[in-house]
């Protein structure tokens, strides 16, 4: 059974950069997406974007100047950076596997809050 | 991009009912079409994946149908782990956006 973890802060400044990292456990990260999805109360569940095993990304092009992702595959981990962070950015942030075949996302992690604050 | 709409955003029901949810893409994604089952503190759950096939260890009283822009996710008979918040997501094309959420309460 796939397992995934998100590991990161959970409180970050205005402006600054927010990083979390994906350890997956009991499969290999080959030949999937890796995405992450955020959800907050006023704007629901997001997708944020993946990254292939190989390193091919896309991302919502709502955050798309601010995103950038990462995989490495010999410790079973991907990452999210988001820059420049406002309020707005407040969530809880997960990671999950997507198939390439349809693109359904059938393994999450638990989740992780998020807070931008001063 | 595409939008994706639910109806109802909520709906009251008792154990044993049939239920119904639907969702509406803004343009056609033909059977790029996931159905997600959260509970209260937890990470959704894959329940169907292109539009009608049952993800593995679902029970089969969950099925989806539809294809083009409308879909809909059937509850043949309601348990009491049923309720839940329901979203839909398109796959179709990015970004893979979700509807607002059905939730579904006990009457």
């Known amino acids: 059974q796939v397992q995934l973890q998100e590991s990161g802060p959970r409180l970050i400044n205005p402006s600054e950069t927010l990083s979390l990292t994906c350890t997956v456990s009991g499969g290999s990260i080959s030949s999937y997406f890796w995405t992450w999805i955020r959800q907050s109360p006023r704007k629901g569940l997001e997708w944020i974007g993946y990254?292939?095993?190989?390193?091919?990304?896309n991302f919502n092009p709502s955050l798309n100047s601010r995103v950038t992702m990462s995989v490495d595959t010999s410790k079973n981990q991907f990452s999210l950076r988001l820059s420049s962070v406002t309020a707005s950015d407040t969530a809880v942030y997960y990671c999950?596997?997507?198939?390439?075949?349809?693109?359904?996302?059938?393994?999450w992690g638990q989740g992780t809050l998020v807070t931008v604050s001063s | 991009d595409i939008q994706m709409t639910q109806s109802p955003s909520s709906l009251s029901a008792s154990v044993g009912d049939r239920v119904t949810i639907t969702c509406r893409a803004s343009?056609?994604?033909?059977?790029?079409l996931n159905w997600y089952q959260q509970i209260p503190g937890k990470a959704p759950k894959l329940l169907i994946y292109?539009?009608?096939n049952l993800q593995s260890g679902v029970p089969s009283r969950f099925s989806g149908s539809g294809s083009g822009t409308d879909f809909t996710l059937t509850i043949s008979s309601l348990q009491p782990e049923d309720f839940a918040t329901y979203y839909c997501q398109q796959s179709s094309s990015i970004p893979f956006a979700f509807g607002q959420g059905t939730k579904l309460e006990i009457k």
């Open positions: 292109a539009a009608s």
């Open positions: 999950a596997r997507t198939t390439v075949t349809s693109a359904d996302t059938d393994f």
């Open positions: 343009q056609t994604i033909n059977s790029y």
């Open positions: 990254i292939h095993s190989s390193g091919t990304t």
